[in-house]
């Protein structure tokens, strides 16, 4: 089980950038996988972007949804038990409420898929308008 808070959300003009932060407590959150999704007003829950666990041995690489791609990053940072998804070149669709989530099973391959992931923070809203 672990605890996670997302940071960092934000009212940004179209083309800004934003970081938002996942931050973990509980549990050492380079055991988990670890994905950002969104959800915009009358919309499904969107699977963006996930890396995969990191403790020693990697299933994978990053992966990013095609509404992403080559704008949005994702990144760990261990020794602070955080994972970021820095978001570059944003657009008002990009507005959504974020949130971060932890897959336990580490021995697989990020996905997008929500239901593969036990553990959920509260989000943090990002808008993006002018």
């Known amino acids: 089980q672990v605890q996670l808070v997302e940071s960092g959300g934000d009212l940004v003009q179209p083309g800004g950038s934003l970081r938002l932060s996942c931050a973990a407590s509980?549990?050492?959150?380079?055991?988990?996988?670890v994905g950002w999704f969104r959800q915009a007003p009358g919309k499904e829950r969107e699977g963006i972007a996930c890396?995969?666990?990191?403790?020693?041995?990697?299933?994978?690489?990053?992966r990013y949804a095609d509404s992403v791609k080559g704008r949005f990053t994702i990144s760990r940072d261990d020794a602070k038990n955080t994972v970021y998804l820095q978001m570059n070149s944003l657009r008002p669709e990009d507005t959504a409420l974020y949130y971060c989530?932890?897959?336990?099973?580490?021995?697989?391959?990020?996905?997008?898929?929500?239901?593969?992931?036990?553990?959920w923070g509260q989000g943090t809203q990002v808008t993006v308008s002018s």
């Open positions: 890396i995969p666990a990191n403790y020693g041995v990697t299933y994978g690489i990053t």
């Open positions: 989530a932890a897959d336990a099973d580490r021995t697989s391959y990020c996905s997008h898929y929500g239901p593969n992931y036990e553990n």
């Open positions: 509980g549990s050492n959150l380079k055991n988990f996988i």
